[in-house]
């Protein structure tokens, strides 16, 4: 399944916004992870940040909201959530192995 379909399944948005939001999930994905491209074992957590940004754009902006005794707050509004930021880090590569492998293949 790709992450389209995954986030397809999750998020009822229009294409367009789920689309905008899985190339913003791999953008922010490629940098945290200092990959070039998305790996298969990555995907589900693009759909995830995906879900994440398609709900902050649907709430256009809203740090909170409260309807009667409903109090409801956006905590993770301007960061990854913490529990994906976690999971992302262990497909993260190390910037200095790139640097040292490619010390000892020009030497």
């Not at 916004?17 to 953008?27: P, T, V």
């Not at 998305?38 to 995906?50: D, K, V, W």
């Not at 529990?83 to 190390?94: E, G, S, V």
């Amino acid at each position: 399944m790709t992450a389209a379909e995954m986030l397809a399944a999750r998020v009822k948005a229009p294409e367009q916004m789920r689309c905008q939001a899985l190339m913003d999930a791999e953008g922010a994905i490629l940098d945290i992870c200092h990959r070039d491209k998305i790996i298969p074992g990555l995907a589900p957590l693009q759909a995830a940040l995906a879900a994440v940004y398609v709900h902050r754009m649907e709430a256009a902006g809203e740090e909170g909201r409260k309807e009667g005794e409903v109090d409801v707050d956006y905590a993770y509004s301007k960061e990854i959530p913490a529990d994906l930021q976690q999971r992302l880090i262990a497909y993260r590569k190390l910037k200095q192995a790139g640097v040292a492998n490619a010390a000892k293949k020009s030497g």
